[in-house]
């Protein structure tokens, strides 16, 4: 197989770009982060809070956040493997061929941040999403305020990024609190729900812009914590996660109402999405 | 070290709570250090204090037969331990272990629970914001009970 964009064949939109799986990682038994390196031309660079449609050839493809990307193109994805792309995603190994579409949907809102406290929460899988966002504002740290960050996972073992943790947690200028469901003896750190440590968070609630992301229920609670916390909900950011086939607004799959989560999503403003996450049949 | 009605003015749990009966509070209040891994309370031993913590890490606990023990939750810096001291029959559900050093106010619960039966607006203050604290630790108990981070979606 030659390392050509389809698209040169005249194939669409819908058509992958050929990535190498350069490395991979696995982050629990059913959680791999696969680092994918562009066969010839990549996609654009994805925004913090973008996802691409990843391509297990054979198979089908999968909406996958990513976890961090560079100018060269190299693109960092976690998957978790719950169905049969998911899967044989997270099979892959180094030298493996995979396709990628993208990046799509909208990220999150940096510029809204800029000058202000930052409170990111993410738990499970979501902490995918805010990683770059995390890292962007690391790499820019002088153009925000103060960084919180808040970090829920089932179990210590599950917990995503164990070298970036401990690297956020060294840093002076990065309020990092970890907690874990459940836990035995021997773990030191936080057991309990993430929104047991927001009282923690050392930013400006009333002024603070918080990005949000994990198990949509997680997401509910926190920005419930939040606003009674005096969070403006206008500042409070949620990434959902939706049915996303096309990705580019046209199946409907991911229709959450009025919105595409795939299009105008998957990072959305708390009072767009608030109403219709309480709508059951939605 | 004496504790007044401002340390305690501090929780979130006494918020609001008139300047006569914090100092009520504070006055059967005292400051305890504990350190990495003493044990705090014990399962079914009388409840006759609580703890707010002013610095370090408590790990609520249970021991299970044929397992480690297990922690349940965490608590920290101007959060509660203890609440089994409102309810009868006023003995630990729980063990509590400090996790690190630990500095906190005891407050003598028999004492406070005399105080409610006298001063009934002493009672409803505490027992509704108590009420508050064990709602928030209720849902965040049937959220983790959902195990919403488990493999279930990708």
Not at chain 1, 42 to 54: E, H, K, N, R, S
Not at chain 1, 63 to 86: C, E, F, H, N, Y
Not at chain 1, 267 to 273: A, C, I, L
């Amino acid at each position: 197989m030659t390392g050509a964009p389809l698209t040169e064949l005249g194939a669409g939109p819908m058509t992958p770009t050929m990535y190498r799986v350069s490395a991979r990682a696995d982050e629990s038994p059913q959680t791999v982060t696969l680092d994918l390196s562009p066969m010839a031309d990549p996609i654009g660079v994805p925004a913090p809070g973008q996802f691409t449609m990843l391509w297990s050839f054979g198979i089908g493809e999968a909406p996958i956040s990513v976890a961090a990307a560079a100018v060269d193109g190299s693109l960092r994805q976690t998957i978790r493997g719950v169905g049969p792309v998911t899967s044989a995603l997270c099979a892959a190994v180094a030298g493996d061929l995979v396709g990628v579409r993208g990046p799509y949907g909208v990220g999150w809102d940096l510029d809204l941040a800029q000058g202000r406290d930052v409170l990111i929460v993410g738990g499970g899988l979501g902490v995918a999403p805010v990683r770059s966002a995390i890292e962007h504002i690391l790499e820019n740290r002088g153009r925000f305020g103060r960084l919180a960050v808040v970090i829920g996972a089932r179990t210590p073992d599950a917990l995503l990024y164990p070298r970036e943790l401990a690297r956020w947690q060294e840093r002076s200028d990065v309020d990092l609190e970890v907690t874990v469901d459940t836990a035995t003896v021997g773990w030191r750190g936080n057991v309990g729900l993430v929104t047991q440590l927001l009282d923690r968070a050392t930013v400006d609630l009333g002024t603070a812009v918080a990005f949000v992301c994990g198990p949509e229920v997680m997401m509910r609670f926190v920005a419930r914590g939040l606003l009674e916390r005096g969070a403006p909900p206008e500042n409070i950011f949620v990434s959902l996660e939706r049915n996303m086939h096309c990705a580019i607004g046209h199946c409907g799959h991911c229709q959450l109402g009025p919105l595409f989560v795939c299009k105008d999503g998957p990072v959305h403003p708390w009072h767009r999405v608030a109403p219709l996450l309480s709508v059951r049949e939605l | 070290m004496t504790v007044t009605a401002h340390d305690l003015a501090e929780y979130r749990i006494l918020a609001g709570v008139s300047d006569e009966h914090l100092q009520l509070i504070a006055d059967s209040s005292s400051e305890v250090r504990f350190g990495t891994d003493e044990r705090i309370l014990s399962t079914d031993e009388p409840a006759d204090h609580f703890y707010l913590i002013r610095s370090g890490r408590v790990a609520i606990e249970i021991d299970a037969p044929g397992r480690t023990t297990i922690v349940i939750e965490t608590i920290s810096a101007l959060d509660v331990v203890g609440v089994s001291w409102l309810l009868p029959p006023h003995r630990w559900t729980f063990d509590a272990t400090a996790l690190e050093a630990v500095t906190a106010i005891e407050v003598d619960a028999v004492a406070l629970r005399a105080a409610c039966e006298i001063d009934p607006a002493l009672g409803y203050a505490l027992y509704t914001r108590f009420a508050v604290l064990l709602h928030e630790r209720l849902v965040a108990t049937r959220i983790r009970a959902l195990d919403l981070y488990g493999a279930t979606t990708s």
